[in-house]
């Protein structure tokens, strides 16, 4: 079931989400964008679940154009401010407010989960060309690091890149095969981003205010006594980037 509660909560921290939050890998990008432009032409890319334009500003440096779709109004609001070149639609995976076979590709960065999967996929394969792509990318921490596991461990965060695969590597019947990739990169912070990073996750935008500070106080403490982190101006945080790629039928 999707927590809509969850799933809508991030509008209050739009400018801190867009701040903190880590960007995409250009090699990802452009291997879930593989093969989408007709010619030399660029193509026409379908952000849904845009937030506030993280993954369309990457779209948008590769050269293609790129239609912002997020239902969150301050999401929508942080992306038309901070992202030159695009204008957000408001709308959502299950209401796409596009004609059929507008698009050559749809692309998903970070949302997909939030989804009601069935009819979110009946509309995005109507929305794509047949032979268009459908790719969702997930930023996952790499937690065979063992202070990152005890990050997300803290801070409630249950996403990594296996059970991503494992659990959404299925598109339905209006989609060929799932192609998997992966790919390494890391994120430079300092503490007290990283505590910025967590207070814009849905877990703790829907918390009570004790359950906030004992997520503070126990992150504050692992970024003081970690050995790998005490006295630390910055940290590297490593992550694993997942792309599921699929092709309309």
Same mark, same amino acid.
Do not use: C, K
């Given at each position: 079931m999707v927590d809509h509660t969850q799933a809508l909560s991030f509008g209050v921290a739009a400018a801190d989400?867009?701040?903190?939050?880590?960007?995409?890998?250009? $090699? @990802? #990008?452009?291997?879930?964008?593989?093969?989408?432009?007709?010619?030399?032409? *660029?193509a026409r890319v379908v952000d849904l679940g845009a937030g506030t334009g993280i993954l369309s500003r990457a779209v948008l440096a590769l050269g293609?154009?790129?239609v912002p779709v997020e239902p969150d109004d301050g999401m929508r609001a942080q992306l038309a401010a901070a992202t030159p070149g695009s204008t957000p639609l408001a709308g959502s995976a299950e209401a796409v407010p596009l004609p059929?076979?507008?698009? $050559? @590709? #749809?692309?998903?960065?970070?949302?997909?989960?939030?989804?009601?999967?069935? *009819?979110?996929?009946?509309?995005?394969?109507?929305?794509?060309?047949?032979?268009g792509t459908f790719a969702p990318i997930w930023n996952t921490r790499d937690e065979t690091v063992g202070w990152v596991a005890e990050l997300g461990r803290i801070a409630h965060m249950g996403t990594?890149?296996?059970?991503?695969?494992?659990?959404?590597?299925?598109?339905g019947p209006a989609f060929g095969a799932v192609e998997v990739g992966e790919f390494r990169h890391t994120t430079t912070l300092t503490p007290d981003e990283i505590l910025g990073m967590i207070?814009?996750?849905?877990?703790?935008?829907?918390?009570?205010?004790?359950?906030?500070?004992t997520v503070d106080r126990e992150l504050r403490d692992l970024l003081a006594t970690h050995?790998?982190?005490?006295?630390?101006?910055?940290?590297?945080?490593?992550?694993r980037t997942v792309v599921l790629r699929a092709r309309r039928r």
């Amino acid at each position: 079931m999707v927590d809509h509660t969850q799933a809508l909560s991030f509008g209050v921290a739009a400018a801190d989400y867009d701040r903190f939050r880590p960007r995409y890998p250009e $090699d @990802a #990008v452009r291997w879930a964008l593989d093969g989408v432009a007709t010619g030399d032409a *660029p193509a026409r890319v379908v952000d849904l679940g845009a937030g506030t334009g993280i993954l369309s500003r990457a779209v948008l440096a590769l050269g293609h154009q790129v239609v912002p779709v997020e239902p969150d109004d301050g999401m929508r609001a942080q992306l038309a401010a901070a992202t030159p070149g695009s204008t957000p639609l408001a709308g959502s995976a299950e209401a796409v407010p596009l004609p059929d076979g507008s698009a $050559d @590709a #749809v692309l998903v960065g970070q949302a997909y989960h939030w989804f009601d999967r069935e *009819p979110a996929h009946a509309e995005i394969a109507r929305v794509l060309r047949p032979g268009g792509t459908f790719a969702p990318i997930w930023n996952t921490r790499d937690e065979t690091v063992g202070w990152v596991a005890e990050l997300g461990r803290i801070a409630h965060m249950g996403t990594s890149s296996g059970n991503v695969i494992e659990r959404y590597a299925d598109f339905g019947p209006a989609f060929g095969a799932v192609e998997v990739g992966e790919f390494r990169h890391t994120t430079t912070l300092t503490p007290d981003e990283i505590l910025g990073m967590i207070g814009t996750r849905s877990y703790y935008l829907t918390a009570s205010e004790q359950e906030r500070e004992t997520v503070d106080r126990e992150l504050r403490d692992l970024l003081a006594t970690h050995p790998d982190l005490a006295g630390r101006t910055t940290v590297e945080l490593p992550y694993r980037t997942v792309v599921l790629r699929a092709r309309r039928r």
